[in-house]
């Protein structure tokens, strides 16, 4: 019997993932192995072509059944296959546009209780909700992609390649990996980011879209997991690639 993930980012055991249907012919097989669902999210019209099925541009988990969403999901076929789900989907008032940063309303970090955001681009009412009503405490961050820039390991270890959000997460008591810029595909872009490329499938398994053979760090990485009780989870051969991550809806 599945329930939701109750800490987002941060599944015990993962029944199902969220993520753009444009990579379903990638990813689908790889999680299928991993005995993980597909829950295919429609491409975003509102933002960037090369970046529509980026996750983290139209959806945001509160954890439990709660998921924030971008405007052109609602009277959607995903928004209603949700609802059936118990997912119980929040519209906030944003208007959401190809240029950063009204494409990057959605893009908070969960990280245990602790949110990563830029407070000047995310809707009043996100953080009111998940300050108050979730009890997060508020990490500024002047990093609008906050969600794409972290990939979250533990509720307290975190792999980061931008130095402001490094910063504010060891302030915060979080510890960090700080890893080099780049190395990360992402078609149409010099590059992509290390949250973008990797999810939590199980409190000791974080997936990979594909290896980190060409990445400088990548002794560094699999120490840091390692260090942390983690187990790299490699989806796809080929060089790891940004997909604007996936949320993990349910566990087992």
Do not use: W
């Amino acid at each position: 019997m599945s329930r939701f993930v109750l800490s987002a980012n941060l599944p015990e055991d993962c029944h199902a993932v969220i993520y753009g249907e444009k990579y379903v012919n990638l990813l689908q097989k790889a999680l299928l192995l991993n005995n993980i669902g597909s829950i295919l999210l429609p491409g975003n019209p509102c933002v960037d072509a090369r970046l529509s099925g980026h996750t983290d541009l139209s959806l945001l988990h509160a954890g439990g059944e709660t998921l924030f969403a971008a405007p052109y999901l609602r009277e959607s076929r995903f928004a209603r296959d949700m609802e059936t789900l118990g997912v119980h989907l929040r519209f906030p008032e944003m208007c959401q546009t190809a240029e950063y940063p009204h494409d990057a309303a959605l893009n908070l970090c969960a990280v245990g209780k602790r949110l990563f955001c830029h407070k000047k681009i995310v809707p009043a009412s996100i953080v009111y909700y998940l300050t108050n009503d979730k009890c997060f405490t508020l990490i500024p961050t002047r990093q609008g992609y906050s969600r794409c820039a972290c990939c979250v390991v533990r509720e307290d270890a975190v792999i980061t390649a931008d130095r402001g959000i490094a910063a504010s997460a060891k302030a915060a008591g979080v510890q960090v990996l700080l890893i080099t810029p780049g190395f990360i595909r992402l078609d149409g872009f010099p590059y992509g980011f290390i949250g973008g490329a990797s999810f939590k499938i199980a409190s000791d398994r974080l997936a990979f879209t594909g290896t980190l053979d060409e990445h400088p760090d990548k002794a560094a990485i699999l120490a840091f997991l390692e260090a942390h009780g983690v187990e790299p989870v490699f989806l796809t051969d080929g060089p790891v690639f940004d997909i604007g991550s996936a949320i993990p809806i349910t566990e087992n």
